[in-house]
């Protein structure tokens, strides 16, 4: 069954410092996976997106992550944090057809001065 | 990327009453979009497929009944929640497929999001 995993809840990360937040997805066929950020009471922005090629993807607001297919991971990194990270984040796989979205749990990530 | 839009952004109502919740693609046309429920908290609830001229597609658990849901045009879904009740408060978000991202896997783009409160 297809299935995302994002084992940290919640994070909290000194303001300068470096980010990396998890994600592991079960699926059957070839992924298609985003990342979503989602601040208080609003929507979700899509923060980049791996649908084929180089397994290193960049994305808006400074972030990367990388799709390693033997660890079945995703996971969203970002070198230098700023405050105003601090929000929601998503993990999600898309099938080929994209009528289904399967999201992970959320992590809630906390920036301290 | 491509733009959606929700209207209202928050609404509060009386138990019993309907509440139609807008969801628009202003740059692109949308065949296909989603409707989700989030509690606090939470990740989001797949509730239904919307396609443009034909019946929803709903989750398993969802009333159809209960959640209206209408894609009478390429930019335009909407939802009803029928006789709301305050279990039915939550954020119900919207989002829309844009072909223009091209072949698999289209990108979804997300609403910011109505904020439903019933009394």
């Known amino acids: 069954a297809q299935s995302v995993t994002q084992p940290d809840i919640h994070i909290t990360v000194s303001e300068g410092a470096s980010l990396e937040l998890r994600c592991n997805y079960s699926?059957?066929?070839?992924?298609?996976l985003f990342w979503y950020v989602q601040s208080p009471g609003q929507g979700l922005q899509l923060l980049l997106k791996?649908?084929?090629?180089?397994?290193l993807v960049q994305g808006i607001k400074g972030f990367e992550a990388e799709f390693k297919r033997s660890q079945s991971s995703f996971n969203l990194r970002k070198p230098s944090v700023h405050w105003s990270d601090a929000a929601e984040y998503f993990c999600?796989?898309?099938?080929?057809?994209?009528?289904?979205?399967?999201f992970g749990t959320g992590t809630s990530l906390t920036v301290i001065p | 990327g491509a733009v959606v839009s929700q209207h209202p952004s928050r609404v509060i109502c009386k138990s019993g009453t309907s509440v139609k919740i807008e969801c628009r693609s202003l740059?692109?046309?949308?065949?296909?979009m989603f409707w989700y429920r989030q509690f606090p908290k939470q990740s989001l609830m797949l509730m239904a497929t919307?396609?443009?001229?034909?019946?929803?597609?709903?989750e398993q658990g969802v009333e159809k009944d209960k959640f209206l849901i209408n894609h009478a045009s390429l930019t335009l879904s909407t939802l009803t929640v029928t006789s709301a009740h305050p279990e039915d408060s939550s954020f119900y978000i919207c989002?829309?497929?844009?072909?223009?991202?091209?072949?698999?896997?289209?990108?979804?783009?997300f609403g910011p999001g109505t904020r439903l409160l019933v009394l």
């Open positions: 989002s829309a497929r844009d072909p223009r991202s091209g072949g698999a896997g289209e990108t979804q783009y």
């Open positions: 740059d692109f046309q949308a065949t296909t």
């Open positions: 999600a796989v898309g099938s080929n057809t994209g009528n289904q979205f399967y």
């Open positions: 699926y059957g066929a070839t992924p298609y």
């Open positions: 791996y649908f084929s090629g180089d397994t």
């Open positions: 919307s396609n443009e001229g034909s019946k929803a597609t709903y």
